[in-house]
């Protein structure tokens, strides 16, 4: 999920806009189904380097089962829809089925790797449709010290493109921290790393096969009630 700006160009002024629901029910004590849905937003408003506005829709549901105090499975299907409404770019949907293991491998350290094919189909009106089979997944480790929570992350997914291509197959790695400073106020950090490729070619955009991005950033929360958080 997300509007997949991986990237910027300059002082190219941009909006993203991401809206999510998510929903958890239990079966049993040890099982568990989720619905999620999400609709994003790139939009460039003043845009001199003819970037790719872009529109994206996405679904998915789950099932977890918990098999003992230390491993979980589960499957999930997802879909995309992508969409630029600049005429960046052809449409295509993802659809995407994975299988998820998660293990607690000692009272600090838990981990979850998921992974599974990713169906893509190009609808370009001039051109003809046409697909393509790869693979996706993700695989994350928690490590928690005495105070600080530590997580690194790797995806592989279909994003957007960032405004630079129509759609790009992208790998992530994320590092983050988290760290109480008091009752109600605790610190983060996080830096991350993006490689993305190419999924069709379009008239408007950056004319390479593929671009790489590296941020970094820090914040804080607050909690305000045992429900509402401020970051």
């Avoid at 996405?58 to 977890?64: F, T």
């Avoid at 605790?186 to 004319?207: I, P, T």
Wanted: net charge positive; proline share 3%; no cysteine.
């Amino acid at each position: 999920f997300g509007a997949g700006q991986l990237g910027t160009l300059g002082n190219e002024p941009h909006i993203t806009n991401l809206a999510t629901v998510d929903i958890a029910q239990h079966l049993t004590p040890r099982s568990t189904v989720t619905l999620t849905g999400g609709y994003g937003i790139g939009h460039f408003t003043d845009n001199s380097d003819g970037l790719i506005d872009s529109r994206q829709t996405a679904v998915q549901a789950g099932y977890n089962y918990i098999l003992s105090r230390k491993d979980q499975i589960g499957v999930l299907y997802g879909y995309q829809k992508f969409q630029f409404p600049g005429g960046g770019g052809a449409t295509f949907d993802t659809h995407l089925a994975h299988f998820l293991y998660g293990r607690a491998i000692s009272g600090r350290l838990t981990f979850v790797v998921a992974a599974g094919p990713q169906y893509t189909q190009l609808n370009d009106p001039v051109n003809g449709s046409s697909s393509h089979i790869s693979g996706s997944g993700r695989v994350s480790f928690h490590y928690r010290f005495p105070q600080t929570t530590v997580a690194l992350v790797f995806s592989r997914y279909n994003t957007t493109g960032s405004g630079f291509f129509a759609g790009a197959e992208s790998d992530i790695i994320r590092l983050n921290a988290a760290r109480p400073l008091g009752r109600r106020w605790e610190g983060f950090a996080d830096v991350g790393y993006s490689h993305n490729k190419r999924l069709q070619d379009s008239l408007l955009g950056v004319d390479a096969a593929h671009f790489s991005s590296l941020y970094a950033g820090a914040g804080i929360h607050r909690d305000l009630t045992r429900e509402l958080r401020l970051f």
